[in-house]
Structures are given as C-alpha cells and as structure tokens.
C-alpha cells in the first residue's frame, strides 16, 4: 500500500533553517505530483508546495523565496528545505501523494 512518512521537524529559532523528508512507498513516484501542506492549531490545512513528475514547482505566496520542494525519485523522497523561518511557520508539516497522507512532522519556530 503507499505510505509517505515525513521527518526533519523540530524545534528551531526564527531566521533558522530545517529540512523536512518525504520517502513516498507503493507507487511509482516519479509519475506522481506531490504536495506539502501544513497545518497551524485552530486553522485549516494549507498547501505550502507543490512538484509536478517533470519538476515544476508552485507556492504559497507566504513561503514564496524562502522554502524549496525538490524532489530524488531514485531515493523516493521529496524533500522542503524551509529557510529564514518565521514564528508563523509553526505548525504539523504533511506531504501528500496519489490521495495519501503522511502522519506529519512538527515544525516550531520559537526562540
């Protein structure tokens, strides 16, 4: 069955860095887009990045400049590097493919 599992988050002060990992199993993932979205206590899910198969990529316009989704078929992972991060960046970061949803990792940003 296809299972995405994510990793990276933690605990980081504002102007950080992290790097969050998606190692995507049971399809083929380089015929598939895949997403990140995160999600902030009290508010909606959100979608932070997106990669087509062939590598284009959209954001939100809020990490716009600053976050990065790529992509290594060869190791199945999709990765966001998440860069000059903000107090508003906190939140559970999910990545999603083919309709599944990882369990999500925990970004927060505090000093």
């Known amino acids: 069955q296809v299972q995405l599992v994510e990793s990276g988050g933690g605990l980081v002060q504002p102007g950080g860095s992290l790097k969050l990992s998606c190692v995507v199993s049971g399809i083929l993932i380089s015929i598939y887009s895949v997403d990140w979205y995160r999600q902030a206590p009290g508010t909606q899910r959100e979608l932070v990045a997106h990669i087509t198969p062939a590598g284009t990529t959209n954001y939100a316009d809020s990490v716009k400049g600053r976050f990065t989704i790529s992509r290594d078929n060869d190791k199945k992972t999709v990765y966001l590097q998440m860069n000059k991060l903000k107090a508003d960046d906190t939140a559970v970061y999910y990545c999603?493919?083919?309709?599944?949803w990882g369990q999500g990792t925990q970004v927060t940003v505090s000093s």
């Open positions: 999603k493919s083919a309709t599944k």
